[in-house]
């Protein structure tokens, strides 16, 4: 391996640490800030709708990995359910791309994709992430309180994804 490689990978790696680091920084002052309570009931009512529905598929996620819900971040998990990106970097990081396809400009948006270029073997997914949510229809503002009640299959059907 050249140093090149080696240094690219040990950069690669460094990065990927950061990154979850900061995550779990993140979702503790998260959780700190918020009502867990409130968040645990809200979950409780996603978990009773049908199987299908998009609040059903949201608190099932959250359940199989083992994690709450994060005060203020409901919006987030249901793009995860809604584009079928998982909670790895790689997931995160093509999420971000859609939604910056998809007309998010915003600084939270932008920040996580600056550092991929530290990750060459992931670009090409970021590509397709972002065509993709240029193709689609603008789930900026979409909010799961709105529609928890609505199959996942027509709601993806409705944006296009």
């Not at 920084?25 to 968040?39: H, K, N, T, Y």
Request: charged share 20%.
């Amino acid at each position: 391996m050249n140093s090149i490689t080696s240094t690219t990978n040990y950069l690669q790696h460094q990065y990927r640490r950061l990154i979850h680091y900061k995550a779990g920084i993140l979702i503790w002052w998260l959780q700190r800030g918020g009502d867990l309570q409130a968040c645990e009931r809200y979950l409780n009512e996603l978990r009773q709708l049908p199987i299908g529905t998009v609040g059903k598929t949201v608190a099932m996620e959250l359940d199989e990995l083992g994690v709450q819900l994060i005060p203020q971040f409901e919006n987030h998990d249901l793009k995860h359910a809604l584009l079928g990106y998982d909670r790895t970097l790689e997931g995160e990081l093509e999420m971000q791309a859609f939604m910056f396809g998809n007309g998010n400009r915003t600084l939270l948006c932008l920040l996580p994709l600056l550092p991929s270029i530290l990750l060459p073997p992931i670009w090409q997914k970021l590509i397709v992430a972002y065509r993709r949510g240029r193709k689609a229809s603008s789930i900026f503002y979409l909010q799961l309180d709105d529609c928890k009640h609505q199959s996942l299959l027509e709601l993806r059907a409705t944006y296009q994804l």
